[in-house]
């Protein structure tokens, strides 16, 4: 099955797996980075934004975000940009992606988001 969203769908339900699962992350030997530069200039774009927006608008602005794998000598570092949100939302499996849709999610359904748009797949948990 395929399952089809728009890009602005794809960038909800990434936003909403950032709100929810960002800090789960780190359970997995992972530390989140970003450019504190550019951080900074997207952020002067928004008024009173929190984290996850500015994380947002730093895809938009065609930076990058990157979890760092620092137990398995970097076998898990990854970077995305918003041309991976667009292609790998879509793919998480289905289950979770439908909990998404239908506002049923926690965070386990945005670890599982997260991890399909850095990783392709499920890895860990």
Same mark, same amino acid.
């Given at each position: 099955m +395929?399952? &089809?969203?728009?890009? &602005? +769908?794809?960038e909800e339900y990434f936003h909403n797996a950032l709100c929810n699962g960002l800090s789960e992350m780190g359970g997995y030997g992972l530390t989140f980075d970003y450019v504190s530069s550019e951080y900074k200039k997207s952020r002067e774009k928004l008024t009173n934004?929190?984290?996850e927006d500015v994380l947002m608008q730093m895809l938009r602005d065609g930076y990058k975000i990157t979890f760092i794998d620092e137990e398995c000598d970097g076998e898990y570092t990854s970077s995305i940009g918003m041309k991976e949100i667009h292609e790998r939302v879509a793919k998480t499996p289905i289950q979770h992606l439908t909990n998404m849709i239908n506002e049923n999610d926690d965070a386990v359904t945005a670890d599982v988001i997260l991890q399909s748009v850095f990783f392709g797949d499920v890895i860990f948990g």
């Open positions: +395929e399952i &089809k969203l728009t890009k &602005k +769908e794809s934004p929190c984290f």
